[in-house]
Structure formats: C-alpha cells, structure tokens
C-alpha cells in the first residue's frame, strides 16, 4: 500500500535558512506544514524576510546581507531548529535579536551554539540559566575563523554554524567533538552544495569558506522519521507500507531504521524512487546502536515488547535531552504497560511481553505520542493524554494513521 507522508522537517527547516540566507528567490516545494516549520518561517518573518506560502509552494526572498529589521523579538515555540539555526543566521547580520521559546524548548540547551558564536567574536547574552533561551544576538557579522564545537548533545549546533559559515568574511573551520547523529550533518552538507555553497570535511574538522548562496527551485522529500511509524506498523501487523520518495538517493539517515526491521524480520526493498516495507508475521530481538538514528529510538521501543526476545537499543543518551527524556519516558509507559524494561545513561533494554491497554504519558512530545500509536495497533484500548502534541511534526497524523489502519483493515 503506498503511504504518501509529509515533507521532512528536517529539510524544511535547513531550506527555509538557506533560502533566507541566499540570493535572489528560492520556491521550496511540498515543504512540511507543521507547528516547528509554522513557526520557523513565522521567525523569519519576524526578521524581516518576505515568505509567501501556498498548500504546496514556499518563495522566500533571500537576504545574503543579513535580517531586514534591526531590532526583533523572535519566538521560537518548541521547535529546536529555529531556537538553534536562527541565531546563527542573525549574527551573520547586523542589528539585536532576542530569541524565546517555549518552557519546553526553554529547558532544552542551546550552551554550545552560544559558546561557539562568542568565540567567533559574536556578542550573545543569555537572561536567565546560561546555555538556554532567552538569548539576545547584538550582531555585527561574523568575522569567521577557527573553533571547536561539542556537539555530543545535539548535532543541530553544529549544523547552525555549517549554514552559516558561507556568510561569514573570512569562512569557518570547525573542529567537532562528541558528534551525535552524523546522518542530519550530511543531509545539512548536501543542502548547502544544493544552495551553491562549498564545505569540506576531513574527519571531525568542518571547513566551510566564504562566498554565500544561490537561490534555487528546491523539492522537500519526505519526512523519513515519519515514515518509521508506518514502517514499523507494517512489520508489526504483517501489511505492506511503500513510502515514494524515500529512495535509494534519499538525503535523510533516518531512513536506515528500515534495516532494523529487516534485522529484526520484516522484508525491505529500497529502490531508487521508494522504500516498502512487508511484515512478516515475527519480529525478532535484537541489539542496536541508534546513536545515528535516535529519532526513531521510541518507534522502536514502542513495538519492542512484541519481538520474540529482548531489544536492546544502546548510544541514545541524547534521546535525554529532546522534547522530553525520551528514554525514561519509553521505560515509564512501557512500565505502565506490565512490560520488564531496564535503562541504564544512554541504553534501553525492553524484554517481550503482552502491553496493557493504558494511558500513555506523551510528555508533550510528538514521537511519544505517535510511536505508542503505533503499537496500539496489537494494544486495543491504548489511549493518550495529550494528542494534540504530534502538531508539532505532523498536525494531521491521527487522521491519517487511522486512513491507513482502515486500508489495512487493523
């Protein structure tokens, strides 16, 4: 059955910087409607960059110069990538700009990105914990140069300086530690070429010289962590999923959660243009590092219990730090559940059992919500408290899961 998901946000996102940041008049196609990528494009207009949006067209002006206005108050909601990205792409202007978020993006840190901009001279103040919004950028432009960036937490940190390293005078070089989710900095990589821009990496060092970006006409491939709920559902149930769009070429990792499935038992088959997944009736144990796929950390725990052994997900200690813990809010549920789960700092093991139909504990946090849908397709009477959270990705999953569900007859 072919399950047309929305655009990634992740390329929505890294899009709609580099279309800001880029001469002349980028359209973006079929980009994600979504809270996160509503209130990034909100932000720029915030800013003072002109964004005109139909249902499946975005045209942004750029501005290679910097925001419009030289004064904004931007508020963030809860997405991350406009409360990380769009510092950067103030401080590569002229002007001062107060960044906020919501309390749940207000207790998530933004320390490195901030300790990386004021060593390239940029002069970035917090108003209360230090490493969390509020921050106000008094920029100047950014000279450029060479810096090191702790990017163990979130890769997004170093993503925000990568984009804005072709704006800088003199470019970057960036030496990273502690990298997580590697696959996101090459999606952010293959955008900037997109966009004109060259960067380099050798190892953990990333140089990115001068020069700036072109305007371009640019699709929004689908979003793969979305994709993962239909994907597991599929080899939860024993249906087919086929995701077009999400092919061989695809830019996002997040993608690679197929091959855990097949690992645990599930037929795949990628080709260039889509990926299909075919339950097969068992799902077996299995450890796993995720570290480079962590997003799709909970679709796999939410379905764990229904392996015939342990599933044991390991490297996920950044999971900690998302909309919510999500590790421990994976074990809670699945607790709640009757399930035997053990954690430990950056691993969770789920053992096999029968869930109960309980009240999950979405915690505000759209993958909570979305992967424990998914494993009440075999957990009849599974509720949420707060449904209304997965607006932040995907506003009209519920619906949508439930037209699948219906095609599948589950």
């Not at 002007?95 to 390239?120: I, K, W």
């Amino acid at each position: 059955m072919i399950v047309a998901v929305p655009g990634s946000k992740s390329v929505t996102a890294r899009a709609l910087f580099l279309a800001a940041a880029a001469k002349g008049t980028t359209v973006l196609r079929d980009p994600l409607l979504s809270d996160d990528t509503d209130g990034f494009a909100q932000a720029l207009h915030t800013l003072g960059y002109t964004v005109e949006r139909t249902a499946d067209t975005w045209t942004i002006e750029g501005r290679p110069e910097g925001p419009a206005h030289r004064h904004a108050e931007v508020y963030c909601r809860d997405a991350a990538t406009a409360a990380r990205f769009l510092p950067a792409l103030a401080a590569a202007g002229t002007g001062t700009f107060r960044f906020d978020a919501s309390e749940q993006m207000r207790a998530r840190p933004v320390g490195p990105l901030g300790e990386a901009l004021r060593a390239l001279g940029v002069d970035l103040t917090y108003e209360g914990a230090p490493g969390h919004l509020p921050l106000t950028v008094r920029a100047n432009r950014i000279q450029g140069g060479a810096i090191d960036l702790d990017a163990g937490l979130s890769s997004q940190f170093l993503t925000a300086l990568l984009l804005a390293g072709p704006l800088t005078a003199e470019g970057l070089r960036i030496r990273v530690t502690g990298i997580v989710s590697v696959p996101y900095v090459e999606i952010t990589l293959a955008m900037m070429r997109r966009f004109g821009a060259q960067v380099f990496r050798d190892g953990d060092t990333f140089t990115v010289p001068p020069g700036g970006y072109t305007a371009t006409d640019y699709p929004i491939e689908p979003d793969a962590s979305t994709a993962s709920y239909f994907f597991a559902a599929a080899a939860l149930t024993g249906r087919t999923a086929t995701v077009p769009g999400l092919g061989a070429g695809a830019l996002q990792g997040d993608l690679a959660f197929v091959d855990v499935l097949r690992r645990m038992g599930a037929e795949v088959t990628t080709t260039g243009e889509s990926t299909t997944v075919t339950g097969t009736g068992r799902l077996s144990g299995v450890t796993v590092n995720m570290r480079d796929i962590s997003d799709t950390m909970p679709t796999l725990a939410a379905i764990a219990p229904f392996a015939d052994g342990p599933v044991r997900i390991e490297d996920v200690y950044n999971t900690r730090v998302k909309e919510c813990d999500r590790l421990e809010a994976c074990a809670a549920n699945l607790r709640r559940q009757g399930i035997r789960v053990e954690t430990g700092r950056d691993w969770i093991e789920v053992h096999p059992g029968t869930p109960a139909p309980v009240e999950i504990a979405c915690h505000r946090d759209h993958r909570i919500a979305m992967s424990f849908s998914v494993a009440a397709l075999r957990t009849p009477g599974t509720t949420l408290d707060d449904p209304s959270c997965v607006k932040k990705t995907f506003p009209g999953f519920h619906e949508f899961f439930a037209g699948v569900r219906a095609r599948w007859g589950v």
